[in-house]
Each structure stands twice: as C-alpha cells, then as structure tokens.
C-alpha cells in the first residue's frame, strides 16, 4: 500500500504540438548562422545512424528470442558499425551537439523511414547470415542513394559539400558489405523449412 | 505528484523503451508499432510516469511490458473499460488502450461501440493483422471471407467487420488508419490521436508473417489517402464506407464532445452528507 | 536393409523415457511425432507430451516421450535420455525433464555444452554430431538423425522408423531419401554408445490401438453422444477440440459457429438446445467464468448442454500452456444462486471419448448443463492407447411427442424429469425462462412455485441412477487414493508400484464430481482408515468438496501441489510409503 496520501490531481494539462519535421526531403535551415544549417544536416546524418543501431539492435534481440544465434551476432556486429560510424561524425565535427539539436524526438528526415535502417517485414526467424547482409546492403544503398540526391537538392555549397561526403561513405559501407557477401555462403533452398507447426504461447 | 521537475532530461523514443525484449516473431509489424508508440510519445515530450498503455490478450497486447510506462495487461477483449476507469479516475494521465483485432473486435465489441459512445480521452491503438496469432490461425472479424482455416474451412463467408465505419458511426471524435510498414507516418498519427481530444481510433494495419505471410504485400497495397482529414462526419462516413481498406491517414478529426473530465475538487464535505438522514 | 546389431540391454525393461530438444525451428515436435508413430506400428505403446517458450515460431521446445510395452498414462518419475540438438534455452525445461546419474545426455559437440542445470545430475554424456551429419547427406535434416538415435536407443528397428518416415514423406522424393538416410546415420550413431536401458526383446501387442488426443478423444465423444451443433471461441488448450470437430460436424450434417466471444458461445449452444440439437462448446479456465451467469440460465430453463473445460494454469490468464486441477470450485459452485448441475472429468486420454459422450448422455437425459473437467495434459497430450470401448446408453432427452392443452413445461413429475417440448410441435409452445416460473413456464414470485421448482431441478439429479461409470475402484487396502482427472493414471502406477513393495493401496478416481454421492464414496472406503486426497492445485479444491459432500473415513492427508508440472507416481509412492509406517 502506498503511504503517501493520494493527491489531487490537476486536470489535464494539454499537451505540446507534436514537432513535425518538415513535410518535404530538404533539412529545414534552423538558424541563419553559416554553420547552422551543417549542423543541422550533420546532427540529422548522426541521427539516422543512430537509428540504424537501435534498429538492428532490435533485430538481434528478435533474432535472440528466436534462437538464431548467427544471425543475431551478425546483426550486433551491423549495429556495433552504425555506432562507429555515428561516433565518426561526431569525431569529425567537434562543435557538433547532436543531441541538442534532435532533442525532443525529431526524425532525422521526413520519408518513409530512416534511410539506412532494415525493413523489418523483411525477417525470419530462420534466416540464414546471407539474408541479414542483403538487408543491411539494401540500407547502405538506400542511404547512398539519399545523400546523393541531397548533394544534388542542397541550397548552399557547404551542405553540399557534407552530403557529397556523407554519399562517400555511403559508398565505402556498400563495398565493405558486398565484399562480406561474397564470402558468406550462399543459403541452401530449404533454409526456411520449419517441420514442426507453431506453438501457442496463451 | 512528484512536484521536482523531471522535464530537464530530455525524452526520447529509448526513453519509452523497457528492457523486456519482445516475443514477436521476426518480421511482425509489431515492433513497428512499438518503435512508432515511443516515439510519438517522444514527440509529444510525456513522461513515462504519466502513460498508461492497457491492453488485453494476444500477440498484440504484450505490448504494456515492451514500453518502460505503466502497463495493464488485462483479460481477453476488455482493455477499453480498463482504461476507460482509469482515465475517468486519472484524468491528468495519458491513457493508450491497445491489443489486436480478435481481442478489440471480436470479445471486446461490445466494449468498443460503447467507449467510441463514451467519448472519454483516450487513444486506442489496434493492430489489425486479419488472423488470431496467439492461438494460432482462427479468423478474426477483419479476416477475408474466403481464409481457409482449420475452424472455419473454406472461409467463414462472412462479411468483414469494418471498425473505421463502426467507430465513426459509434460516435468516436478522431478515426485513422495506419500502417506499420511507415513508422514515421504512423508515429505522426498516434501523437495526433493523443493530442485529440475525446475517443481517438487508431487503426494499424501490422501484418502476421507467421500466419499471414501473404500480408507482405500489403506494402505495395497501402497509398496515402487521396483526401485530407474532415471533421464531417457525414463526409467521412461516405470515404470510409467506400475505401479499399488501404488508405492511410487520419480520417476524421471532429468536434464531438468528450466525456466531461471530472471535477476533482468536491463541493461539500463527507461529513456534511449526514444531513439527508437526520430528522 | 539389414537390422543393425542391438546394443546390449537390461533384460526385462518395459519402458523408457526419452526428452527430445532444439529450437530455431529444429523440428523437434515432428521428430517426436514420428518417433511415437514408430512405437505405435512396432506394437507397442507411448505419450508425447509438447512443451515450448513462448514463442510462436522458433522458439525453444521439447518433445517428452514415454515409449513402453505397455499402455502407459502418464509421464514417468525420470528421463532415461535426453537427447539435444542444441542447447538454446533450454534450461528453461529443468524441471519438467528430471534427470540423474542413470541418465543419458547427447549433444551435439559442435553446439555447446548442456546448461549446467542438467548436468549437475551426473548423467552419462554422448556427442553425435548431428549437424555435421546432416549437411553430409544433402536435403537431410538433424532432426531426422536425432529421431534415428532415439529410436534406436529406445530398442526400436529401423524398419518401424522407416516406415513412418515414409508414410509421413510420402510424394516428397528426394526428401524422403534423405531422411531415410538420416535415420539411418542416427541408428549408426547409436552403436557407438553404451546404453543399458531402453526396451528389451520384442513384443508386439495385437490389440487395437488408436493414437490420439484427449481434445481429439473428448470431440469424437461429443459426436458418439449426439451433439450436432458446436460453437465456441479460440481459447489455449481447448482450441482443437474446435479445430477437429468442425470438419467432422459438416460431415455428419451439423454444424459449428465460432463465436465472437464465450458469452455468445454459451447462449448460442443454449439457444441450439432449445431447438433441440444437443450442442456443445469447448473452453478453459477465463471461458468458463465467462459463462457462468448463462449456464445459470441452461440450469433455471432447463436445456441440456455440454460445456467442455480444458484446464490450465489459474487464477485469471495465469499459465496458458500448462494443465492445472484448478477449475473444480468453479465448476461446481460457480453459478449464483441455487444451481444444481451435474460435473464429470474423464480420468485418462481415453477416457476422454467415454466420459465426453456419457456428458452429453447425462445432460440430455436429465435436461441440465454438465460440464466436463478435462485439462491441458490430457487434451494436448497425444497418446498411443487401447480402442476404447464402445459404450451405449439408453434413454436420451424426453422429448413431448405430441401437444395438448394444459400443458406444463416444467410439470412437477416424481422424477423431476418433465418431457421438453421442441419447437415445431404443435399445442404445446412455451417460453422458456432464466426468471422463476409455474408448471406452465410462467414467471412467477411466488415460494410455492420457487420451492417447488427448486424442489424439482434437485430431484431429477439427486434421484438418478448414474450407474458404474460415476467412479474407477481399483484394488483392495487399509489405504486409500481418493482422485480424479489426469492423477488418476499416475495414481495407477504409484500403487502398482506400491503393491510390488507389499503395501496395498485401494484407488477411487471419481468422474462424477457433482452431484457428490456420498453414500457410494463411502460404500467405495469401506474398511479404509487412511485416505490420500490427491490433485493438482494450490488450495485443495477437491478435499475441501469431499469434505462438505462427505464423511471420509479414518485420517485424511491432501497430496497437491499446483501445475504447470505434473503429480509425479513418486511423489505418491513417498507420501504413502511414509505414512504407512507412521
């Protein structure tokens, strides 16, 4: 039992307009200052790695849960590179707060999703290693592709030139994981194939 | 209530999270709707102190322990008068009622007609997959009439339930619909639906990829809806009477009158009651 | 092919217990399945039970298996082997696969080891690489090795596996092959291990058999009774008694609805009954309070039904996949005011087909709901036994077979059984009614016709002849097990095991749990000084109703504990064992 007395409560306070990110592709500029626009782009590129780890985090936990051992270490090792690559962005820009300026939950940028981050319609719990890298590979090119086309909408130079870098890197993360695919083994037909029916929890 | 402010730390969706990792089979649009839950719930700057998520039975309705609020995890199909109670009793809190589409439309419809009625603040959130996942492949009211199963083979051949239309005509002050493949989209709609006040309706189309895998098309089937939001509700029953199941947005945002919020500063004192008994 | 040589044996074992696990979708259920199929056709006996996390798909499962010469009722004290193709949350299973130094672990070497869990208990260990062995046979599966080791250590042929994995192969080509091959490499595997145990000799038993469910059993029951029309709502562990009856009732001309909720389940098999089709529904612990107030209603009207209560894990959600004794108080005293209606419990997964049907039998003879107490381990557990016996009973619903003026629905006859007019029969329509009513069905205030009615819905139960079938009396002693339900068959084994010990134990598994018979219960301890009450559950639900029903003879003890495990033969055999030297 609680002892404290039960207070009253206040009525309903209302709540805060949701922040809506901007309808359209394009970062919205928040200050007139000249960096504040790259902070912004380079506080948005951190926040879609970011959500890359947390996402493929997620997918190793379900994976975890489902007793698929590889493909759960595969998918923390994804996560654990999306770390790296957020840290780098932070390294390279030190006056960067990403934080503050993506404080109150603000998407990173206004689509369908963040870039990079995997589609989970696209799991199984049987899926092999092969299948994990072709996820994280669609990702590495979605977000290649999307730097790219902000490198070609930018409004000033030096966002440019930061998209132009962020593609870049894009880039190498797509070699790197084509490179990974090439030795990892193809999956057998049948990799899906579970003989026994499902089970019933409740 | 605690009355040192908390509001110095920022929220984010992580914030929203627990550590319970979910049982959902890989693939379930389930953890969509979760990521979109938190945040939403990010977006609007709450606290989890102050979110209640209720739900019932089912795959669905493990969500309260995924989500780092306080949780309800009710009987089958009566998540909406949980919450009802607790909204009327703790009108400061942020009530969200949710489960699937067995446990809200099936078992819980009485209770559905009768909280879209009811009108009280609060937000119920269904994730609709066509199929009772928890016990394994029956037939739900949204199930097509033609699923084979093993409960009713060939179909049951029954028209499906339209819960947009029901919830609509029931009296509900805010109906959308949502797909869990759009995160984003359906995190904007559900901070929508809190912030709206009355009844808000949610409902999330989230595929079963165990038991429906065919629902992975149904992200070339979803489409924006062609029309914006109307507070009509004579317009809005006429696009929901008349849409292909797919469209996706908030579809009516109206002016129906919310179930008052009780005025928690009585007027007499307990004592004072004595008075209608004594001669 | 030609057999391959049988590993040494201890002479005169008759059973053995083998837990199969793996996760990930290892397909461990399936080999299980096969693994009793193959026992079945070899002439002998088996159960399987299933258990698995909470996943729907890929989660971690055992397969449970007791393989035996003879008909065997419950899982045993022990597994002899349990056999891992890998070791994923499995410990997750501890305690419901006891194991100890007489014990067999095999493991795949490439998979780990076992939790420590399991092998604190000193088992002997065996590695096949089931993994490695399955990828040299190209389309195989581990799992098929594992199900040929199994087999073979449970003192199978090859020939009883081959078969079933064909007949379950059957158009699959070059998968069947394959997993021919794998069993085969499984019997291989098995030569390289010494094993004593499994079953000695051969033996073939040319009774027939039949390889069920107790769901299964309890739905075919329904059928044999009569019921032709089923509704109901998805509910763990009662959804296939649903899922079997619906094709089978379209085939018989009936028919089922699967209801949007248990309330409308038990006011759609109402109104069928009122129509008269004897109707059913099927559901568990949550479902039945559910419909409490509504077979309170079939109780004041006077229509016959079947409620069929699977039972797990209480209170509330509690442990859905899991069997639990925990519904007896509210199957008894769960309707409000005065109630009284007739509860039974099949006391095996045979018995579930016998004790289903007399249900239906009883409810419409005497025109009241009659619940059936069944649970998760007889109704999910699959079992290899003996063709249950056919059984006829006389009589059936009294129906009116012609109308005439004055007449009274619910006429105050000696028996208290009043003939049920049908709709469709001519002068004699009537409402029937949940409020209290007259002779004509009228609603009515008045004591007179309150006692009276009251007078008669008792009568017509308390003046019936239930015949045999109300309680199984085996055996002859100072010392009696007083049970029901799925302990009845570990009741069994713990007094054969007793009576080779020297100490003689009578068993009463009741099936007719209300209304209570005291006079035959105490007919049935006659000579008894000492009775063990014995259930699965928390609070002791069944002494406490054998307590307000009846004088028990002599000392009383309660044997309980709750599920999810089950009441094991050696707890039984300890309690008594002690207290007869007390």
Redesign the interface.
């Known amino acids: 039992m609680k002892a404290r007395k039960t ?7 209302k ?6 990110p901007g309808d359209n592709a394009r970062p919205a500029p928040q200050s007139t200052a000249k960096g504040g626009e790259e902070s912004e782009f380079l506080a948005r590129a951190w926040a879609m790695e970011v959500e890359a780890v ?1 996402r493929y985090s ?2 190793a ?9 590889e493909v759960t270490e595969l998918f923390r090792k994804l996560a654990r590179i999306e770390q790296l690559h957020a840290d780098g962005i932070v390294e390279h820009n030190q006056s960067l707060r990403p ?1 503050e300026t993506m ?3 603000k ?1 990173p940028w ?5 870039q990079e981050t995997a ?9 092999q290693p092969y299948h994990a890298l072709q996820m994280a590979l669609a990702g590495e090119q979605r977000a290649e592709q999307f730097f790219m086309k902000m490198a070609r909408t930018a409004r000033s130079a030096s966002v440019r030139k930061i998209a132009l870098e962020m593609a870049a890197e894009e880039t190498e993360h797509v070699r790197l994981i084509e490179d990974w695919i090439s030795r990892t083994p193809r999956p057998a037909e ?1 990799w899906a ?10 | 209530m605690n009355t040192a402010s908390p509001a110095a730390v920022p929220v984010t969706p992580q914030t929203f999270k627990s550590d319970t990792k979910p049982i959902w089979c890989p693939g379930c649009g389930d953890y969509s709707v979760l990521s979109s839950l938190t945040k939403a719930f990010a977006m609007l700057e709450l606290r989890p102190e102050n979110v209640v998520v209720v739900s019932g039975i089912g795959c669905s309705s493990r969500i309260p322990a995924y989500t780092s609020c306080y949780g309800f995890h009710g009987v089958h199909g009566r998540a909406l008068p949980a919450a009802t109670g607790l909204k009327v009793a703790r009108p400061d809190l942020t009530v969200i009622a949710a489960g699937g589409d067995g446990d809200g439309y099936s078992i819980g419809g009485n209770h559905f007609l009768h909280a879209c009625r009811r009108n009280v603040d609060l937000t119920y959130i269904v994730m609709d997959n066509h199929v009772y996942g928890m016990t394994k492949g029956q037939p739900s009211p949204t199930t097509e009439p033609d699923w084979d199963s093993k409960l009713s083979p060939g179909g049951t051949g029954l028209r499906t339930f339209h819960p947009l239309v029901i919830a609509l005509a029931a009296g509900a002050n805010f109906v959308a619909r949502a797909f869990s493949g759009d995160p984003n989209g359906t995190a904007r709609i559900i901070a929508d639906a809190i912030r709206n006040p009355g009844f808000s309706f949610v409902e999330v189309l989230s595929p079963c990829v165990t038991l429906r895998p065919e629902q992975r098309e149904w992200k070339t089937q979803v489409h924006a809806a062609p029309v914006g939001t109307t507070d009509d509700p004579a317009r809005a029953a006429r696009r929901i009477m008349t849409d292909d199941g797919f469209n996706i947005g908030v579809l009516y945002a109206g002016n129906r009158r919310p179930y008052p919020a009780v005025v928690q500063k009585g007027t007499r004192r307990v004592e004072d009651l004595e008075t209608e008994f004594v001669l | 092919m030609s057999p391959s040589p049988e590993p040494a044996r201890t002479p005169g074992l008759t059973d053995i217990s083998i837990a199969l696990t793996g996760s990930g979708g290892a397909g461990v259920m399936t080999a299980g399945n096969l693994l009793l199929e193959a026992a079945a056709r070899a002439g002998w006996y088996g159960l399987m039970v299933r258990s698995s996390g909470p996943q729907i798909r890929g989660g971690e499962a055992a397969a449970l298996l007791r393989i035996a010469t003879h008909a065997v009722e419950c899982l045993s004290d022990r597994f002899d082997v349990l056999i891992g193709v890998d070791w994923q949350n499995v410990h997750r299973f501890s305690q419901e696969i006891p194991i100890d130094a007489g014990s067999l672990i095999v493991g795949d070497p490439d998979q780990g080891e076992p939790p420590e869990v399991f092998l604190k208990s000193g088992a002997q260990r065996a590695h096949v690489p089931f993994k490695k062995t399955a990828k040299a046979i190209a389309g195989s599966w581990p799992n098929m090795i594992m199900l040929g080791l199994a087999a073979s250590l449970a003192g199978l042929s090859a020939e009883a596996v081959e078969e079933v994995v064909r007949k379950a192969n059957k158009g699959r080509g070059e998968a069947l092959a394959a997993n021919v091959a794998a069993v085969q490499a499984g019997f291989a595997a098995a030569q390289g291990i010494s094993f004593a145990g499994g079953v000695a000799g051969v033996h073939r038993t040319d009774r027939p058999r039949w390889l069920i469910t107790g769901n299964q059993a309890a739905g075919y029951g329904a059928l044999r009774g009569g019921v032709r029309f089923v509704a109901g709502y998805p509910i763990t562990p009662a959804t296939e008694v649903l899922e079997w009856m619906a094709p089978m009732l379209t085939k018989l001309g009936g028919a089922l609805v699967q209801a949007e909720d248990e309330l409308a389940s038990i006011n759609m098999i109402i109104g069928a009954s009122f129509g008269g089709v004897p109707a059913l529904t099927a559901t568990a612990g949550p479902g039945l309070s559910l419909m409490t107030e509504s077979i309170g209603l079939a109780v004041a009207a006077e229509v016959p039904v079947v409620v069929l209560d699977v039972m797990r894990g209480g209170p509330s959600t509690g442990i859905p996949a899991k069997g639990e004794q925990s519904d007896l108080n509210i199957a008894l005293n769960g309707l409000h005011g005065d109630a009284p209606h007739v509860v039974v419990a099949p006391n095996s997964i045979a018995d579930c087909l016998g004790t289903t049907q007399w249900a239906v039998h009883l409810a419409e003879e005497l025109q009241v709901p009659t619940i059936v107490l069944s649970d998760q381990f007889l109704g999910q557990t699959r079992a290899v036994v003996d063709r249950p016996a056919d059984l006829h009973f006389m009589g059936g619903r009294s129906v009116l077979e012609a109308g005439f003026q004055g007449y009274g629905r619910y006429a105050l006859t000696e028996s208290g059984i009043s003939p049920m007019a049908i709709p469709g029969t001519p002068n004699a329509a009537y409402t029937a009614d949940g409020l209290e009513h007259n002779e004509r069905g009228v609603p009515s205030s008045q004591s007179t016709d309150h006692s009276a009615q009251l007078d008669k819905r008792e009568r017509k139960l308390l003046g019936y002849e239930y015949g045999n079938h109300w309680a199984e009396i085996e055996g002859e002693g100072e010392m009696a097990i007083v049970t029901f339900g799925s302990c009845t068959g570990t009741a069994r084994e713990a007094l054969s095991r007793l009576s080779s010990q020297g100490i003689a134990v009578r068993l009463v598994s009741l099936r007719l749990l209300a209304p209570a018979q005291p006079q035959r219960l105490a007919a049935a301890l006659a000579g008894v000084k000492r009775v063990l009450v014995v259930e699965q559950n928390h609070s002791g639900q069944f002494l406490h109703h054998l307590r307000a029903e009846s004088d028990l003879p002599g000392e009383v003890r309660s044997l309980r504990h709750p599920g999810p495990l089950p009441i094991r033969a050696a707890e039984i055999c300890r309690e008594i064992t002690e207290w007869s030297r007390a």
């Not at chain 1, 194939?193 to 409740?202: F, I, L, T």
């Open positions: 207070q009253r409560p206040s009525v309903r306070r709540l805060p307009a949701a922040r809506s947390e997620i997918l936990d379900a994976m975890e849960e489902h007793n698929n051992p934080q404080a109150a939950g998407l206004d689509q369908s999703e963040g589609d989970p319609g696209d799991l199984h719990y049987r899926m049948d194939y579970d003989p026994d029916p499902p089970a019933s929890g409740e």
